[in-house]
């Protein structure tokens, strides 16, 4: 690893901040859909609604687990680039390697999140197609 520098663990800034948005923006557009439902559940004490704010509540907690595994990997690259600057090379090699490995973690919680989203989905749209030949019957 001759070639590790500074500009090493600062490649991530950028990717980190990509993903962070985009966990963000997930997670703003679930906060609204959990506020319309809850709303819904209020008028209406279906299990259907009740069924999906459960699924709302899993996605959530794996989006937060998202964001703090995605932030911490990029405090611990941060923290690579001091130990760098103050000589500490072989113990910000090793920190770097965590803020990898913080990172493959906070990208697989997004895949999990994402098939259970798609399920959700797929649940809605098989409704709607149960609807669709009932009314052509």
Known sequence: MDEF???TPALFFSAISLLMLA?????LALAQVVRALHAQYREN????IYGEIRNL???????????VTGISSL??????????????RSIAEIVFG?????????LAISVGE???????????LADVEDLHRKARQ
């Not at 965590?98 to 906070?106: G, R």
Request: aromatic fraction near 8%; charged fraction near 10%.
């Open 23 to 27: 966990y963000t923006n997930r997670f």
């Open 75 to 88: 405090l611990l690259c941060v923290l690579c680039m001091f130990l760098i600057y103050i000589g500490q």
């Open 57 to 67: 509540r899993l996605r959530l907690h794996l989006i937060r687990a998202m964001q």
């Open 45 to 48: 004490l279906s299990e259907t």
């Open 114 to 124: 994402i098939q259970i989203s798609v399920r959700a989905l797929d649940l809605h």
């Open 5 to 7: 520098s500074m500009t």
């Open 98 to 106: 965590l803020a990898n490995l913080l990172l493959i973690v906070s």
